[in-house]
């Protein structure tokens, strides 16, 4: 069984900048949850998909959006970063058919993001 | 909204010692209860849970009750090792409106050390 995986694990950018952060669910799972984790705090929901469609949003502003491919993997893209944008981005996966859903969440090793 | 308030840390403790982190919620209807661990540049993996009221836990040694009454999942472990050093997270998980699929609302994380 393969686990979440994301990419990139580490990467700069600029303010002002756009990134694309990847992440390929668990085998089975057909939704997709990003969670954004600043230093020293728990993660927030950023948003779910389920679908190819988004599912439910925490408190972000639009240029946070993401997508969901037919094969369940999905995108996260921040476009105009600003400087507390700097976080580690975790992907987490759940949900499937035959797959019990009991709210866990399967977690990836997370995106760290540093903006400069 | 739904909310998690965990003991603030750092904890430090010495090998063999008994450990309790606590935890305390804030939400509407029945949410199931986690604890999540996330080890050094790892992401989150589920300690275990409780998905109603006055049900216990466990895992590797660690516990905790789901307490509806108090509104509590303290974490206890009887013998901490030195390879529980890491930051747990108690999070609780609420429905996703449009699917069966949930996101979790986390605490702050509390850091465990364990000192040889």
């Known amino acids: 069984e393969t686990g979440v995986t994301q990419s990139p694990t580490h990467l700069i950018k600029t303010r002002g900048q756009q990134v694309t952060l990847r992440c390929s669910s668990q085998s089975g799972h057909n939704t997709v949850s990003w969670y954004q984790q600043a230093l020293g705090q728990g993660p927030q929901f950023i948003f779910q998909y389920y679908r190819e469609e988004e599912n439910g949003r925490g408190n972000f502003p639009p240029r946070f959006s993401g997508l969901q491919f037919p094969n369940y993997s999905s995108e996260l893209n921040v476009n105009a970063l600003e400087l507390d944008d700097s976080a580690l981005y975790l992907c987490?996966?759940?949900?499937?058919?035959?797959?019990?859903?009991?709210?866990?969440?399967?977690f990836g090793e997370g995106s760290r993001l540093t903006v400069l | 909204g739904n909310s998690v308030t965990q003991m603030e840390g750092p904890v430090t403790l010495s090998e063999e010692a008994f450990l309790t982190i606590n935890c305390t919620y804030t939400?509407?209807?029945?949410?199931?209860l986690f604890w999540y661990v996330q080890y050094p540049g790892e992401g989150l993996q589920l300690l275990l849970k409780a998905t109603k009221a006055d049900d216990k836990g466990s895992n590797k040694g660690f516990e905790a009750t789901y307490r509806k009454e108090t509104t509590s999942f303290h974490l206890e472990k009887g013998s901490v090792q030195v390879s529980d050093s890491a930051v747990y997270f108690c999070a609780l998980s609420d429905g996703v409106s449009g699917g069966s699929n949930y996101k979790l609302t986390f605490g702050k994380g509390t850091l465990l050390t364990v000192n040889p």
């Open positions: 939400a509407t209807g029945y949410p199931s």
């Open positions: 987490a996966s759940s949900g499937g058919q035959g797959v019990m859903n009991t709210g866990e969440l399967f």
